[in-house]
């Protein structure tokens, strides 16, 4: 065995330098270690342009960075997981996962598993992968066939607003292309006003959208495009 590196002896400055240097999985690893790796972790400012959080059996995570490499994180897909996805030929793959329950991320690729330091649901792994990676714009969202396994209320917890919410067409709840919100007042809007929001968020003009107003009081514009095989939806809290 050749002689270790004392990393966690270093001084803060030249911990964050030998950090800067690492892979995102390495930094993930180390954030576990302690409150100051985590912070010195946070400190290298390695930012994530984007997260994509797909959703059907299990839940794959993807975390995209300015430097357009990618880590992907899967969630409840082992099967030494008590709430893991199961083979498609098994009667039980569609049990319902209690998200709120401590999981195991794996990366893909190599699938090995990374344990954080205290257990962690899914709601504690997004907080900290947002935390660490800088990250706090609202994520983009997927549903897949089969993701019926995942309660809707526990997810919108774990994952806060998102920016981009894609249903797949075995799994959409919209009728011809029309959005129908049971119990919420929609605003009204005119051609000029939908017009000002595609041109500020660089929409398309084949954008539909409504106004509602949230219990906080705030106005949120929910723009929608159907592109046959698949729902766009954008949400948009306005200033």
Avoid at 39 to 60: C, G
Avoid at 139 to 159: G, M, N, T, W
Avoid at 175 to 195: D, F, R, T
Wanted: charged share 25%; aromatic share 12%.
């Amino acid at each position: 065995m050749g002689p270790t590196f004392p990393l966690f002896r270093l001084p803060d400055n030249a911990f964050v330098h030998v950090l800067g240097n690492m892979y995102f999985d390495h930094l993930l690893n180390i954030s576990f270690v302690s409150t100051r790796a985590r912070t010195l972790v946070t400190s290298t400012l390695l930012e994530a342009d984007l997260i994509n959080i797909k959703v059907s059996r299990f839940i794959d995570t993807e975390v995209r960075f300015r430097n357009k490499t990618t880590m992907n994180l899967y969630f409840y897909y082992d099967g030494n997981d008590q709430n893991a996805a199961q083979p498609v030929d098994d009667p039980n793959r569609l049990s319902p996962v209690d998200i709120t329950l401590p999981v195991v991320a794996f990366l893909l690729f190599n699938y090995i598993p990374i344990h954080s330091s205290t257990p962690f649901n899914f709601i504690d792994w997004m907080n900290h992968i947002q935390t660490i990676f800088c990250f706090a714009k609202p994520p983009s969202v997927r549903f897949y066939h089969e993701c019926e396994r995942f309660d809707a209320q526990y997810l919108k917890e774990a994952i806060g607003n998102v920016d981009v919410l894609r249903v797949d067409s075995e799994q959409s709840t919209f009728a011809s292309g029309e959005v129908y919100l049971k119990g919420i007042k929609c605003i009204e809007m005119n051609e000029e006003a939908k017009q000002e929001i595609r041109e500020k968020h660089r929409l398309m003009d084949s954008v539909d959208m409504i106004k509602i107003k949230r219990k906080d009081g705030k106005i949120v514009v929910i723009g929608i495009k159907d592109s046959g095989d698949t729902l766009f939806v954008h949400f948009i809290v306005l200033d």
